[in-house]
């Protein structure tokens, strides 16, 4: 089955949202959409030191995507503003990445992979990187999805019920480099923040719960992935955008019937 490369696309277009859906829920909640894309395009540099030494892109997007997640909350509440720290970090390290890739040989052909997808070029090697990601990320959402709800809702309530606001900012930055590591061959850098923040944005007016618009901006994600896809060869149209593209659909189909639902 696995031989048919739409079936191991879809499989990977899965294997990202079952990640990216429930992150970006706290992301969406943190109102800290920008984290996706500083770990993102910082991940651009992790391409070009795995191309360099001829190592696994992935263990090269891991290691800086988790060095930019321990960066990140190390300098939380310091002096320079979240927003302004996470601009910094986004865009030097997608400059430092792209000066890098330049003076590769022949890197130049696959830099657009690594920035928009590919993924209906994903291998059985890919697919079990991706979803093994996923369960990882899954494990710790799960894991910690009460610690990480309340620190969420008040950072000083947390700590004074005895838990560490900074330690589950770490948790939450690392399972985001994780998701970031897996989802760069099937969205591309520049595309991975919106995967995370459409789905959940999406299922925010139709959730009630917490716990049900994670699942919901799952469902949303996955409908993305596979709309996308299919739209994609339908149309012959970049298959990374294009899933964006159904997500940013559905986000506008939930807000209008939010909206025609609050008139009634």
Known sequence: MLDDFMVRAALAGLGVAVAAAP???FVVWRRFAYIGDATAHAAI???ALSLAFGVSVFAGVLLIALSVAVLLTGLSGRSLGSDALLGVIAHSGLALGLVSVSF???ARVDLMGYLVGDILAVSRGDLVVIWLGAAVVVALVVW????????????DMAQAAGLSPKK???ILTVALAVTVAVAIKVVGALLIAALLIIPAAAARPVSRTPETMAVMATAVGSCAALGGLLLSFALDTPTGPTIVTVA???FAL???????SGRG
Do not use: D, M
């Not at 910690?144 to 950072?155: I, M, P």
């Not at 939930?254 to 025609?260: K, N, P």
């Open 168 to 170: 589950e900012q770490l």
């Open 45 to 47: 540099l992790g391409v």
């Open 23 to 25: 992150l970006g829920c």
């Open 104 to 106: 590769l040989p022949n």
């Open 248 to 250: 940013a659909a559905i």
């Open 144 to 155: 910690r999805w009460q610690a990480l709800l309340a620190t969420t809702l008040s950072a």
């Open 254 to 260: 939930t807000q209008g019937l939010s909206v025609a």
